[in-house]
């Protein structure tokens, strides 16, 4: 029953269509069962299966990933130890999916710092919410049920209000817009003059630099083959 759990809550966390277990996806392609293995090798496997998905993602990114999960939601933390025990396959598929989560959340924070709390919260009910549905698909719960309307409705809410926070973002910035296009309709000559100022700023500095460059030796060659010395003293002569 737990193992089922910890099979739909991946599901969830990921593309994994639901419904596909790990025992489903190592049947033959008759649909028969593989023969049945002694605890030794099934628990030799396992091992093997966790060095391979260990190093699916960066041992930093991983314990970040389960930090994440620690702060944020300590019941998708636990489900997350338990699935590294039992499912080392499945583990990694999660915590590899969960450090994208974090990874997304910490970009948005540092673009768009006052929506990362909503953003933050949305996610931690989103999970909550898939949690939920992973109970109720094994246990016929009214009450589970009623938890899940609720949660629901407080994420409804929560994107009511990103949405508005959005809403206010672009009108701050039509704001603006609306202003500089009005300044420039209303005298089209003084935001060219505005510009030209801008423009030839640059001048005097470009002249201090053309004044102070070096003179080439170029010119000072052929001013000695125009004139060499003693041309003069043969003029005379004559």
Known sequence: MQRLLWLILLACLTAVPP?????????????????????????????????????????????????????HHPELAKLLKQLQENAPREYADAVAELDRTRDRL???RERQPE??????????????????????????????????RAM???????????LRTERDRIEKRLDKIR?????????????????????KKGIPA????????????KGGASSAVAKPAGAEPEKGRK
């Open 115 to 148: 929506r990362y709390e909503a953003e933050l919260n949305e996610w931690k009910l989103t999970s909550r919410i898939r949690l939920t549905l992973a109970r109720m698909a094994m246990n016929d719960d009214p009450q589970l049920e009623s938890e899940l």
């Open 106 to 108: 910490e970009k948005n």
């Open 206 to 217: 470009a002249q201090a630099r053309a004044k102070t460059k070096p003179k080439g030796s």
């Open 19 to 71: 419904g596909l277990t790990a025992q489903e996806s190592s049947k033959s392609p008759g649909g028969k069962s593989p023969e049945k293995k002694s605890p030794e090798k099934e628990k030799a496997k396992k091992e093997t299966a966790r060095r391979e998905t260990a190093t699916t993602l960066p041992s930093d990114r991983e314990r970040a990933a389960r930090k994440f999960a620690e702060e």
């Open 179 to 199: 202003s500089l296009l009005a300044d420039a309709e209303k005298n089209p000559d003084g935001a060219v003059d505005r510009e030209l100022a801008s423009l």
């Open 152 to 162: 629901v409705r407080e994420r409804q809410d929560l994107r009511l209000q990103l």
